[in-house]
């Protein structure tokens, strides 16, 4: 009843908690309700004029390279359920925009002092002030666009005041590996970091990947982004998907190199 009378919204989709999943409720089910709630809320209050939507820049194809909105996303089907929510609920508010003011931030990795312990900066942060290892893949870790809160904050008073519709990325000035982020930190505190570096590979074995229940669905390793797929090799079949029961055929996906070795 307290939006009765409001005008404006601004719309988060992550309630607190949201990061782990109750237990009686799969994954899929936790983070469509969340879209729900802003449909039920838009038509129960039609005196909501202008919806502000906080979305990701998660959504996006990996980039160690500036992205601009027109940027290709992935694939739906390699989308965890978190940024999958988020996109859904992107294009449920398109269907509004000839009603109502619509704003989509996608944000990229946004860290300020009243962050929670469990986001990746206060983790880092802590890491470091413990002398703790932080570990990282070889090649600096995945590429991240640190934006500061106040940033956000600031982009939303504006667009609140002048009215400003569609979709726009707020992200930081600079695009940093784990690696260098965590080095800036370390500067910044005056700590030297601890950094151990891995280097993996991954054999996935998917040939169950189309029996699945619950409205789930299968994400293979290399869908994830262009890192994994570089490292993933995927191995699958047709016996347990077609019902084709000791039909000795398979395949393998990988690297073109491995392929050939």
């Known amino acids: 009843e307290i939006l009765f009378g409001v005008e404006s919204l601004i719309f988060c989709a992550q309630p607190s908690g949201s990061r782990s999943t109750p237990a009686e409720q799969n994954r899929s089910e936790f983070f469509q309700t969340n879209g729900l709630v802003l449909s039920d809320i838009v038509k129960k209050h039609a005196n909501i004029k202008q919806i502000i939507f906080l979305s990701s820049g998660g959504s996006y194809e990996a980039a160690n390279e500036p992205l ?40 990229f990795t946004v860290y300020g002092k009243e962050a929670k312990h469990d986001r990746l900066f206060p983790r880092l942060e802590a890491a470091l002030r413990e002398g703790r290892q932080i570990e990282i893949s070889k090649n600096g870790g995945d590429f991240l666009r640190p934006t500061n809160v106040n940033d956000v904050v600031t982009n939303i008073h504006r667009i609140l005041q002048d009215r400003i519709t569609g979709m726009i990325n707020i992200s930081g000035p600079s695009i940093l590996n784990l690696n260098a982020i965590v080095e800036k930190m370390g500067n910044h505190l005056g700590l ?16 169950y990947e189309h029996i699945v229940f619950d409205g789930l669905h299968c994400t293979s390793p290399a869908a994830l982004n262009a890192e994994m797929r570089a490292r993933t090799a995927t191995v699958n079949g047709f016996s347990k998907a077609y019902a084709m029961q000791g039909l000795r055929l398979g ?11």
Do not use: C
């Open 251 to 261: 395949y393998v996906g990988a690297p073109a190199a491995w392929a050939k070795a």
């Open 192 to 207: 030297q970091p601890v950094i151990v570096e891995n280097d993996f590979y991954v054999l996935s074995d998917e040939i």
């Open 68 to 107: 601009s909105e027109k940027s290709a996303i992935k694939k739906v089907d390699s989308m965890n359920d978190y940024f999958l929510s988020k996109y859904k609920t992107e294009q449920y508010l398109n269907t509004l925009k000839s009603e109502k003011a619509i704003a989509i931030l996608r944000l």
